[in-house]
């Protein structure tokens, strides 16, 4: 059974940081580019970052660039997001999600298909 398990989420200050984590199981994490994605309330799905299996090559959204920091670690198979700087409008349930595709250029990434999502993790940002 696949399982993707996030974890880290809370409420934090405008300009603190979290770290999320993300726990899977049940297939070849190691072989899978792997993705956040966040929802906020009202509002549709938004890619976050992705990066690719071995974690040499990562991908961010202009609205986080230089702010979060996506890594994995394939020893422990968990993925990570370290997120610093936090603002208003990033609070969301933050999703892991095994990647299928994603056609990504200088310019951030597009057309996801997405394999597993995790059940997501609450982040909240007080002003």
């Known amino acids: 059974e696949v399982q993707l398990v996030e974890s880290g989420g809370g409420l934090v200050q405008s300009g603190g940081s979290l770290r999320l984590s993300c726990a899977a199981s049940g297939f070849t994490f190691e072989s899978a580019d792997m993705s956040w994605v966040r929802q906020a309330p009202g509002k549709g799905p938004e890619w976050v970052s992705i990066?690719?299996?071995?974690?040499?090559?990562?991908n961010y959204a202009d609205s986080v660039k230089g702010r979060f920091t996506i890594s994995r670690d394939n020893a422990k198979n968990t993925l990570y997001l370290q997120m610093n700087s936090l603002k208003p409008e990033d609070p969301a349930v933050y999703y892991c999600a095994s990647t299928q595709y994603a056609y990504c250029s200088g310019y951030g990434c597009r057309d996801h298909i997405y394999d597993y999502w995790g059940q997501g993790t609450q982040v909240t940002v007080s002003s």
């Open positions: 990066i690719n299996s071995s974690g040499g090559d990562t």
